[in-house]
């Protein structure tokens, strides 16, 4: 019992980390959207599992989905917005060229 409560436990504090971007094992209502969807995907991975249910519709599986996709657009699109302006900082730096300096010997 002991050992299930530990792994129950690491396992919100895994979702916490994903979702949160911090280890916190309390109350988030982002935190329960994002257990929620990853326990939906969890119910139709193993095929024997699945079977017992039927499968979802189109229109809640897309909800799931866009649960998962925007709680990872929240966490992560400041990382991305910022690699692309490193992306156009270093394309106009490499489009520059480098004045010659006066006095150089040309050939």
Known sequence: MVAT???TGNAKLRYS???LGRLEGGHDPTLRIWQD???F???YAHLDKARQSPMPSKEEFLAKLGD???ILAARL???FDT?????DLT???NRRRPKPLSGAHRD
Do not use: H, K, P, Y
């Open 37 to 39: 969807a990853i326990a």
């Open 77 to 79: 699109g400041q990382f």
């Open 91 to 93: 394309t106009l730096a």
């Open 41 to 43: 995907f969890l119910r």
């Open 83 to 87: 690699a692309e302006e490193l992306i």
């Open 68 to 70: 998962v996709e925007t």
């Open 17 to 19: 980390a994903v979702a």
């Open 5 to 7: 409560n530990a792994a």
